[in-house]
Each structure stands twice: as C-alpha cells, then as structure tokens.
Antibody
Framework: VQLQESGPGLLRPSQTLSLSCAVSGGSIDTGNYSWTWIRQHPGKGLEWIGYVYYNGLTSYNPSLKRRLTISIDPSQTQFSLRVRFVTAADTAVYYC????????????????????WGQGTAVIVSS | DIQMTQSPSSLSGSVGDKVTITCRASQNISTWLAWYQQKPGRAPNLLIYKASSLESGVPSRFAGSGSGTEFTLTITSLQPDDFVIYYCQQYDSYPITFGQGTRLEIK
C-alpha cells in the first residue's frame, strides 16, 4: 500500500486548505484500517489532526475541530482534509497515514499503529 | 489532553552502543504507547505499538517497555541509520498526542 498527498502548497490567511490522500495498492473501505492526517510544524513535533473511518465516521482533534472536515471517498480510493480559515499557525508539513485499527474507535486495544505514511506535503500560509 | 514528555531531548552515541530513550505520560495510559522513527525529510516510521510489540519488519535491536506513565525505547547495537529522531505517541485517549521527540546524534 502506498499513500500520496496532493494539494496546494501556498495559501493566503482565511482561505481553506484542501488536501487529498490517494491510496494505491489496497482497499480503503476495509474495516481493518482507518485513515488519518498528521501535521508537523517547521522544526517541531507531530500533531494528530483526525481520523476518518472506512464507514465515514470521524474523530477530530478538539483544537482544530471547529475548522476541520475529513472525508473518505472509496470510489476514488482517497480521503481528504479541509481546514477552513487558515492562519500562519497552519503552516506545516501535512502527512496522511493508514492506521491499523479494528474498530470505529482507533485508540486503546483497537489501535495497532500508524503503519503506512505518505511522503508529506508542505503547506505555507502567508499573505 | 495527555502530555507526553521525552527525555533526553537529544543524546549522542557511537555505532555499536546501546541507548535508552524515556517517555513519560501525564496520566496512566496502560500500555497504549507507540514509538516512531523519523529520518530527515521523511515521514515517521512505526517501530513499536502497545509499548513493547515490535512492528513487522523492524529490526530486533529496537525494544520497548513500560506501562502506566513511564516507558522506554532501547536500541542495542546502534547502526549508522539509527541516528535520527524518535517520537513516542499515546493512544489511550483522544486527542492522540506525541512526545516532542528525541534526537539521537552520532558521537
């Protein structure tokens, strides 16, 4: 399985960030996996953004929830991220990843790790 | 949110050495902890989940241990490729959170 992010690299403040993650070499609508977005601010650590499950259910980081939509499109074998009203604080490398997970709740004993990642895409928010 | 604190923030070693990285959680997370390795300019790579379960394909020189609030990642017989950054991650509760990272440098 391979994941590949795509989307614009440069945004103005208040715009909407839209990224897609294309999944190849495997199915996206299996109950054994969920799909996630992670970001990494320049020179910093990792921040979990949210999950989308094979059935379309989502779990979001509360710090981003009010601006966030993650969706899945099995017909296109891809999932997507939308972040509204971006600011400079949203400048980061965005990664999509597969989560080995056996439930609609990818935590505790249902979680087996973020085991396949995309290469990441850099997003800069600047006026 | 559960805070994850790694120590040290950086450490140095030589090829063939054994090193240990510590990760502390701000509350009890049982064994719901993973470790990732990140090489420069690359995405993180899963090493260990459930505190001590080695991900398939990961060399056996990587070992995790711990439960509750204190965890360790031990790397025995360091190889040149191991001198990168390591992150712990808790998945006991939402939001999923990561440690700040430990940079392993060659001495």
């Amino acid at each position: 399985v391979q994941l590949q992010e795509s989307g614009p690299g440069l945004l103005r403040p208040s715009q909407t960030l839209s990224l897609s993650c294309a999944v190849s070499g495997g199915s996206i609508d299996t109950g054994n996996y969920s799909w996630t977005w992670i970001r990494q601010h320049p020179g910093k650590g990792l921040e979990w953004i949210g999950y989308v499950y094979y059935n379309g259910l989502t779990s979001y980081n509360p710090s981003l929830k009010r601006r966030l939509t993650i969706s899945i499109d099995p017909s296109q074998t891809q999932f997507s991220l939308r972040v509204r009203f971006v600011t400079a604080a949203d400048t980061a490398v965005y990664y999509c990843a597969r989560v080995a997970c056996t439930s609609n709740d990818c935590y505790k004993g249902w979680f087996y790790g973020m085991d396949v990642w995309g290469q990441g895409t850099a997003v800069i928010v600047s006026s | 949110d559960i805070q994850m604190t790694q120590s040290p923030s950086s450490l140095s070693g030589s090829v063939g050495d054994k090193v240990t990285i510590t990760c502390r959680a701000s509350q009890n997370i049982s064994t719901w902890l993973a470790w990732y390795q990140q090489k420069p300019g690359r995405a993180p790579n899963l090493l260990i989940y459930k505190a001590s379960s080695l991900e398939s394909g990961v060399p056996s020189r990587f070992a995790g241990s711990g439960s509750g609030t204190e965890f360790t990642l031990t790397i025995t017989s360091l190889q040149p490729d191991d001198f990168v950054i390591y992150y712990c991650q808790q998945y006991d509760s939402y939001p999923i959170t990561f440690g700040q990272g430990t940079r392993l440098e060659i001495k």
